[in-house]
């Protein structure tokens, strides 16, 4: 079965600063990956996904994730954070088959940005 | 941009009674799913639709809930008998398919005491 693990359950950072967060996944076959946003009191809006190609994907809102197979991950990144990127980050796996099974997310990784 | 639309945003309910959560998919969208998150918890999947009928579903998603869509628009949750431990937010979702890039609603809390 595939699983997501996010290992940081919250990460604060200062305005300006760059931005990790972690992500490993499980999955046998190659994978559809996706990174989600969730402000506050709001649904989750997709940042960014990795299908195949290019391992370096860019996203919204600045953001750019890096697919590497050799470690399972799939971090995403930020150079320059902006207080409202405060929100709730989760990434997610899904079948590269396709269809109905829907995505398995991780537990999401909480960000606070400092002044 | 095309949005899904869930209702009620919040709704309140004692132990024991149906609920009925809502959902309007993207209009050209063919897969249908619902997701619930348990506060402070990850975002699980429930059930997909497609073809008016079942396609997955969880171990969460069991005889107490249905799915339903009674119109060519709308896409239903029910829980028959509410429990305490179904309080969470219930996320709609839909995609033209394929790709799984999922279209996500703002969901829906549901609160039981």
């Known amino acids: 079965a595939q699983s997501v693990t996010q290992p940081d359950i919250h990460i604060t950072v200062s305005e300006g600063a760059s931005l990790e967060l972690r992500c490993n996944y499980s999955y046998g076959a190659t994978p559809y990956l996706f990174w989600y946003v969730q402000s506050p009191g709001q649904g989750l809006q997709l940042l960014l996904k990795y299908f195949s190609g290019d391992t370096l994907v860019q996203g919204i809102k600045g953001f750019e994730a890096e697919f590497k197979r050799s470690q399972s991950s799939f971090n995403l990144r930020k150079p320059s954070v902006h207080w409202s990127d405060a929100a709730e980050y989760f990434c997610a796996v899904a079948s590269s088959g396709g269809g109905a099974d829907g995505l398995t997310f991780g537990k999401g990784t909480h960000l606070i940005i400092q002044p | 941009e095309p949005e899904v639309t869930q209702t009620p945003s919040h709704q309140v309910t004692q132990m024991g009674q149906e609920v009925i959560l809502r959902c309007v998919p993207i209009s050209n969208h063919l897969y249908f799913y619902w997701y619930r998150q348990i506060l402070g918890q990850k975002v699980e999947f429930l059930v997909s639709?497609?073809?008016?009928?079942?396609?997955?579903k969880s171990e969460i998603f069991d005889d107490q809930f249905s799915v339903e869509r009674p119109d060519g628009s709308n896409f239903t949750l029910k829980i028959r008998s509410t429990k305490l431990e179904d309080s969470a937010m219930y996320f709609c979702?839909?995609?033209?398919?394929?790709?799984?890039?999922?279209?996500f609603g703002a969901g829906s809390r549901l609160t039981v005491l």
């Open positions: 639709f497609y073809n008016n009928e079942i396609s997955e």
């Open positions: 979702a839909s995609t033209v398919g394929g790709a799984n890039v999922l279209t």
